[in-house]
């Protein structure tokens, strides 16, 4: 099920970030008070000729740099490389073909990805048509022309990128097995947790942040039932780079969290929650998961009877674009409460695909309806007509109104709270889809 991941990549200022924003559209300014929705996102979901993928921009390459940043970003654009599946490399016509290009080619060619050169900066053929066929030499197949600032030649270069693409991309949709993707910073345990539920150290442990290279699938079988348990890589992080690190980490984040059922955001309760553990979770709720927030090393804190309520408190006002998510305080050291995981893990997924009739939800809704009038605006009122549930992971409804503009965001979590006060839904995000009907229609 999950989507295929296309990487742009190239030396610096050849016109990556332009291509980004074109290929991805406006909602890429799009900003939201959700964190994980900024305007700098680095990641964006596409769609092409029904073809649905995850796009990724990267640091600019230089070979042989030995400034600490650029080196740092030329690692990291090699991990974006290894997570793609298909690979937009981009050079620039007006600069010609330089000593980067083919060393940045060299390293594409190690990778053994599909890659589609693309040449840009072409705004005219007639000027520069000549000069694009000096990008053969780099060896990399048939050069593309385009340019991302006119918006020239992008419908061509994505036909070749989706061209790429397994026509059995839902191959793992026939894997009915959990699916758990293990979430947050380095060195917060993830890795100790799986070793403690499978009782062996089988992915490699140190107290060095991003001691784990790679995301690593374990399958873990508890109570008979085999659990697939996605545990994405650390970052080995250094100050000076602290940033351009967080945005790779965030790749291998969403990469996960897309092949996932529940995400378990892990936090470490010494350092408390912080910034990027926010903006985590709020990747997992975008993409409509089921969230359960696990605070790990919870044996280090030191208690009393009231620890746990404050520090509950203190979560859920950070994360309170997620109230649904379950907690959990865990020690991946001792093995306190991990028993516990598997419970919540099968609670979350049963509430990720629970159904609600009909006409039951259509009970709700007109009490809801009762017990607080809808908005009005100059007059008109809201008025809801029908609800009804059409899809599960995330449980999604639709509902018939006679003005969307009238129907504001908080009547709309005023009507899923009172489905969750009657269903619970623990766990799980809701979706709403507003569809407007006319009265004549009724």
Known sequence: MSKPVVAIVGRPNVGKSTLFNVLAGESISIVKD????????????????????TLIDTGGIEPDSKDIILSQMREQAEIAIQTADVI???????????????????????????????????DSMQKFGNDVYEFYNLGMGDPLPVSAASRLGVGDLLDEVVKHFQPDAGTEE????????LVGKPNVGKSSIINKLLGENRVIVSDIAGTTRDAVDTEIVHNGTEYVFIDTAGLRRKNKIKEELERYSIIRTVTAVERADVVVVVIDATEGITEQDAKIAGIAHERGKGIIVAVNKWDAIVKNDKTIY?????????????????????SAE????????FELIDVVRENQTLRVSTGVLNEIMTEAVAMQQPPSDKGKRLKLYYITQVAVKPPTFV????????????????????????FGFRGTSLKFIIRERKEKEQ
């Open 334 to 341: 001792t093995g306190q409460r991990l028993g516990k995981l």
């Open 399 to 422: 509902v018939f109104v006679n003005d969307k503009e009238l129907m504001h965001f908080s009547y709309t979590r005023y009507l899923e709270n009172q489905i969750r006060n009657a």
């Open 174 to 181: 026939e894997d009915e097995r959990p699916r758990i993707a």
């Open 88 to 122: 937009v490399f981009i050079v620039d016509v007006r600069q010609g073909m330089v000593d980067a290009d083919t060393k940045v080619a060299d390293i594409l060619r190690k990778s053994r990805k599909p890659v589609v050169l693309a040449v840009n900066k072409v």
């Open 34 to 53: 959700t964190p994980g929705v900024t305007r700098d996102r680095i990641y964006a979901d596409c769609t092409w000729l029904d073809r649905n993928f």
């Open 310 to 330: 404050e520090y509950t408190k203190k979560l859920k006002d950070i994360l309170s674009f997620i109230p649904y998510a379950e907690f959990l305080f865990i």
